[in-house]
């Protein structure tokens, strides 16, 4: 079982930037490929990035190359979101997501993820 627990999002003005983190509680965190995916109103859940259990892949929607990082610290059960040059349609609830197979969570672009945080806001006025 693992517990995921979003911090760091907010309210921003376009063209800032915020670090979002996922918290992962149990000792297996290393062992499974991360994900943020996010959600707006009106919308679909669609996949943001996900980075593999070591760290030594990651992968990206095409929207947010260039702008988000995603990163982990497995010392820390912490994986990260670094979003820079935000803009309006940037707005969404962001959800961690982990999934015990990178090949799954390429493929399902996180849609089938063995856990899910509750999400965390993320509001860009323009």
């Known amino acids: 079982q693992v517990q995921l627990v979003e911090s760091g999002g907010g309210l921003v003005q376009a063209g800032d930037s915020l670090r979002l983190s996922c918290a992962a509680s149990g000792r297996t965190f290393s062992t499974y490929a991360m994900g943020w995916l996010r959600q707006a109103p009106g919308k679909e859940r669609e996949f943001v990035a996900a980075?593999?259990?070591?760290?030594?892949?990651?992968y990206y929607a095409e929207f947010v190359k260039g702008r988000f990082t995603i990163s982990r610290d497995n010392a820390k059960n912490t994986v990260y979101l670094q979003m820079n040059s935000l803009k309006p349609e940037d707005t969404a609830v962001y959800y961690c997501a982990a999934d015990k197979a990178w090949a799954t969570m390429t493929r399902d672009r996180g849609r089938t993820s063995d856990y899910w945080g509750q999400g965390t806001q993320v509001t860009v006025s323009s």
């Open positions: 980075i593999s259990w070591g760290g030594a892949s990651t």
